[in-house]
């Protein structure tokens, strides 16, 4: 069978990222109830998505890449529309693509982890929602597998806002972006909004992080990237819903770990409640965290590179979300305000019914205390912005990115 030629009109790409010289498996990939073959996806015996030929499409350039993909712009030929689609490309012997099995089970508790291809395009197939990035359909070739995805034009929070990883190629030439308060509420209902869809299908995203929250020009915030979620079977204990088994894992990105994770403890849903406050923070900030260290030359801040989980661990043993919010107002006294910018020392006098009341109630370190995301997107702080659906909330993030770009 004669390989597509991903290649095509795209002199970006380099000769190892499209090497597919892999082991023949024939023209079907089958895993776990999924069916991928040239054109089509089957996941439990239903058509999910009949789509083009991977030969359709005509790749322009790299958007992004991960530990277990490599993300591509392409368009279809033909199509005068120039409706443009990522297309996330994983190589099946990519270890990150092969089910491992999890570690500190007896034989016959062991339990395999899937792969994150795998896990991914379950966790899609399943799930329908405006505030998570949508598959399109799945292609197979000998060695790879290639999901086409929605397009979100203006790539990662982390990328747009200049914040993350991002944030160590800022400069005085371009500073990270700060978002408005409206704007920050905008984009907040909406990953409340997917995350509250996950939770109620019992679904833990276990990596939210600025790079996996993407947008568009039409204000659309969408969670992404959901290759190492986890499924929650619960195990009711006291005043906690806890998880055995695999979710006892510890993956993910650990800088944005809830304190139950990076101990190593059984965790749920509340887990990402955690990861969603420290991404809110950053994102109003332009990068500020209080996991990170202030640079005193540029009053900006830089994470810890190489940090360990047993450092984490231990400042994690200390964190107290009101002095964060303290530390956020002193650190606001005396700086330029930009209009309609949160104004942290109203926050931390009264936080109720401001964003305070969200963070407050997203990082405590004991998970029972902290607000599930449907509890959350009745917080008054939504109301008080005018934010009272998905459309007012793009809107919001809409008027606002037109002010920035």
């Known amino acids: ?8 009109d795209l002199a970006t790409v380099n ?14 990939y089958r895993a776990e109830g999924l069916s991928i073959g040239r054109n089509y996806l089957r996941f439990e015996g239903e058509i999910i998505a009949e789509t083009p030929s991977i030969d359709e499409f005509i790749i322009d350039r790299t958007i992004g890449r991960g530990i277990s993909s490599v993300v591509f712009r392409a368009r279809l030929k033909g199509d005068r529309s120039k409706t443009n689609y990522a297309l996330k490309e994983f190589k099946l012997d990519n270890k990150a693509n092969q089910d491992v099995y999890v570690p500190g089970l007896d034989a016959t508790e062991k339990k395999k982890q899937s792969s994150m291809v795998i896990q991914e395009l ?9 505030c998570l990035v949508q598959l399109v359909g799945a292609f197979y070739e000998p060695g790879v597998v290639i999901m086409a995805m929605e ?22 030439e371009m500073p990270p972006r700060i978002l408005s308060e409206n704007a920050l509420a905008g984009a907040a209902y909406q990953i409340l909004w997917g995350l509250a869809y996950l939770h109620h299908e019992n679904i833990i995203h276990r990596d939210i992080k600025p790079e996996n929250i993407l947008l568009n ?45 990076i101990l190593d403890k059984s965790y749920g849903p509340l887990c990402d409640m955690w990861s969603f406050g420290l991404v809110l923070i950053e994102v109003a900030t332009g ?29 994690l043993q200390n964190f107290n979300v009101d002095e964060v919010i303290k530390c956020l107002s002193k650190n606001a006294l005396g700086k330029k ?69």
């Open 1 to 8: 069978m004669k390989k597509p030629n991903l290649s095509i």
């Open 151 to 172: 397009y979100m034009d203006y790539g990662s929070l982390a990328q747009f806002l200049r914040i993350g990883e991002y944030l160590e190629i800022a400069n005085d």
């Open 122 to 130: 379950k966790v899609l197939c399943k799930l329908q929602c405006e």
């Open 217 to 261: 020009s039409l204000g659309q915030v969408k969670v992404s990237d959901m290759g190492i979620s986890g499924c929650a079977a619960f195990a009711k204990t006291g005043d906690d819903a806890t998880i055995s088994g695999l979710n006892h894992t510890v993956i993910g990105t650990s800088k944005y770990m809830s304190p139950e994770r």
């Open 337 to 405: 305000k930009i209009p309609g910018e949160v104004d942290w020392c109203k926050v931390a006098t009264t936080p109720l019914g401001q964003l305070g009341e969200i963070l407050i109630w997203s990082l405590q370190r004991a998970p029972n205390k902290r607000m599930p995301a449907q509890t959350l997107l009745k917080s008054p702080w939504f109301q008080r912005h005018g934010v009272l659906n998905i459309e007012i909330a793009q809107q919001s993030m809409r008027h606002c990115l037109n002010t920035l770009v």
């Open 15 to 28: 000769a190892d990222e499209r090497d597919t010289s892999h082991q023949y498996l024939g023209t079907t």
């Open 287 to 315: 990068g500020w965290s209080p996991l990170y260290h202030e640079n005193k030359s540029d009053n900006r801040s830089t994470y810890r590179k190489g940090i360990s989980i047993v450092e984490l661990a231990e400042t």
